[in-house]
């Protein structure tokens, strides 16, 4: 019985891993969606994104992007402002041009 678990909690966690996605993948995929206009599922992916990686500083910023597409200008900006202090200059653009 111990074998038999030990096997499948390992099968589990294969399992588990061979489908999870990268912050990557959710990223493009968030990407996608705003081509799309499907702005919701599109902050959907960035923030999977940003979940896995709380460092991808473009997740901030598209889905800053889609929150202003969404009229949502304070949840914009904070993504704006979080991409710049994680370094990237662009956000202060964005902040700049939208967030007055």
Do not use: H
């Amino acid at each position: 019985m111990k074998q038999f678990l030990l096997l499948l909690s390992i099968y589990l966690t294969f399992c588990y891993l061979s489908f999870a996605q990268t912050a990557e993948e959710y990223f493009l995929r968030g990407n996608a969606k705003v081509e799309k206009g499907d702005f919701r599922a599109a902050i959907e992916d960035y923030t999977k994104a940003i979940q896995i990686n709380p460092n991808y500083a473009w997740a901030y910023i598209n889905r800053g992007i889609a929150k202003f597409n969404l009229w949502d200008k304070f949840g914009a900006c904070s993504d704006w402002s979080k991409a710049g202090e994680l370094g990237l200059k662009d956000a202060y653009d964005y902040i700049r041009m939208y967030c007055k």
